[in-house]
């Protein structure tokens, strides 16, 4: 194969190929590639040259061929479009004048670590092996949409949708910018021109796992119906899409865990449909989108959901129609609106009092929903706690009484005020003692008369009161003696409520013995 004009950059890779080793034209280990610009023709290599090596270029007998090469600037655009190559790319701190251009080409492995690159389109790609593009810097967009990667994908590190020049520093530690209003800032991109996502992963197929640890995305990270055998990590990620969606991955289907602890997200996380068999860990994360979803994971198949410790999320919560083994959020996580009509859980943690986990349940958007009660019932009793189980269905109770017409709120406050709706037995008890005190010391005061003077037993204030309230009970005072005047009141006002307290009790008795 004969080159011509060859720099003396592209000799020495001639030279390397067939013996698969690698050039490295770094002056130091520490160079950048962001000013690959300017290097010169020492370490230049065109695109052509690197095209005509992997799809006919010769290996030496006994030597496996490949290409190695770090610190170039590779000048045009590598096209390699349904094309096979059999041996490995590595193309490590390059950088590139044009997007490769690898849409449909079936590939060995591809690594593009450390390198800078104006876009990438690699849709439909076949990598038997890896595709690394660790900590690369990416201005355009990544497109690998329907890919199928056998081994694993790795982007920790990467900076997506920001220019390679944008500086790194203890105040913009994800590359971005701040601007005054109505001005646009160098080094990011207009959002006004982004009409595709800054990296489109959307139905890819992966045979390992996605690691993005460490990821920053300038633009809508797609994640649409990909099929990931192991975990997607995008710990200490910084997805910025302020408005719009900066994680969608609907329908994602991933063998294991999704990891984004210490996660920052400028806009919706969507993951509305996935598969998390395992965990979905939001620990420490800190989700942002003011005006609308913050997250939704509605319809999602959950393991375990753990958004421990993380900060307070802006925006409404969506996780309706969710399944989930394990809820791990503490209450001053959620924020003032949610949307978790059919959410289900088995358990709950951190273990709380009932008096605050209630607080949710007034703030979901479409009112009052009894479900939702009885899940958190079901949660509390699932964990042992019978009391704090109560405490919901009384607050169940109290919060369908808001939605009542005035004389049905009325009949309900009576029966909170006197009894709790039955889940307070004791304070049916309470009530008795002191209406058979308030029976006693009337009859005591003004005693009934008896029916037949003769025949009467000896009165007793505090038996007749008993007789009055309690119906299984019968000590022959009140068959015996007739109250008068206000006391004749009292006497009905008491028989009325002792059947109503004593059925509560006795409701109350049969709920606890019969409780699972």
Request: aromatic share 6%; with cysteine; proline share 7%.
């Amino acid at each position: 194969m004969e080159i011509a004009d060859p720099t003396p950059a592209e000799r020495r890779v001639c030279a390397a190929f067939p013996l698969g080793e690698g050039v490295d034209l770094r002056e130091s280990a520490d160079d950048d590639p962001a000013a690959g610009a300017a290097w010169g023709p020492e370490r230049t290599v065109r695109a052509e040259v690197l095209r005509a090596l992997l799809v006919g270029g010769e290996s030496r007998s006994g030597e496996i061929a490949g290409l190695k090469l770090a610190g170039a600037r590779i000048t045009g655009r590598l096209d390699l479009r349904y094309g096979v190559v059999q041996h490995s790319i590595r193309l490590r701190s390059c950088h590139f004048t044009e997007g490769p251009m690898l849409y449909g080409a079936q590939l060995r492995a591809l690594v593009l670590s450390d390198s800078v690159l104006p876009a990438l389109t690699a849709g439909a790609l076949r990598v038997e092996g890896v595709l690394r593009m660790s900590r690369c810097r990416i201005a355009g967009p990544v497109r690998l949409a329907g890919s199928q990667i056998a081994g694993a994908i790795f982007l920790d590190g990467a900076r997506l949708g920001v220019s390679p020049e944008a500086p790194d520093g203890p105040d913009n530690p994800d590359g971005s910018h701040t601007a005054p209003s109505g001005q646009h800032t160098p080094g990011t991109p207009d959002p006004d021109t982004l009409q595709e996502p800054a990296l489109e992963l959307n139905h890819v197929v992966v045979g390992n796992d996605i690691a993005a640890a460490g990821l920053v995305s300038h633009g809508q990270v797609r994640l649409n119906g990909a099929a990931v055998t192991g975990e997607v990590n995008l710990d200490d990620a910084v997805l910025h899409h302020p408005g719009h969606n900066a994680l969608h991955a609907e329908t994602l289907s991933v063998g294991t865990d999704l990891r984004a602890m210490r996660l920052r997200a400028h806009g919706r996380v969507n993951i509305s449909g996935a598969r998390i068999p395992r965990h979905l860990n939001l620990a420490y994360a800190r989700l942002s989108n003011p005006g609308g979803q913050a997250l939704r994971a509605s319809s999602c198949v959950i393991g375990e959901l753990w958004l421990r410790a993380a900060a307070p999320i802006e925006g409404t919560v969506n996780l309706r129609g969710c399944q989930a083994d394990l809820l791990h959020i503490a209450p001053e996580t959620w924020p003032d609106r949610v949307r978790i009509d059919g959410l289900s859980y088995r358990r709950l943690t951190p273990d709380l009092p009932a008096e605050q986990r209630l607080p949710l349940l007034e703030r979901e958007e479409s009112g009052y929903l009894p479900y939702a009660y009885e899940q958190l019932t079901a949660a509390y009793r699932t964990a042992g706690d019978d009391a704090a189980a109560r405490t919901v269905q009384l607050a169940k109770l109290r919060r369908h009484r808001r939605t009542l017409p005035p004389y049905a709120r009325a009949w309900g406050h009576l029966q909170d005020i006197t009894v709790g709706y039955g889940f307070r037995p004791l304070r049916a008890a309470g009530w008795l003692l002191a209406l058979l005190l308030t029976g006693a010391i009337a009859f005591t005061l003004d005693r009934p008369r008896p029916l037949k003077a003769d025949e009467a037993p000896d009165f007793n204030p505090v038996f007749y009161t008993v007789d009055l309230l309690l119906p299984i009970t019968d000590f022959g005072q009140q068959s015996a003696f007739a109250p008068q005047g206000w006391c004749q009141w009292l006497s009905y006002t008491l028989i009325v409520t002792g059947w109503i307290l004593a059925t509560t009790i006795a409701a109350g008795i049969t709920r606890s013995l019969s409780r699972p």
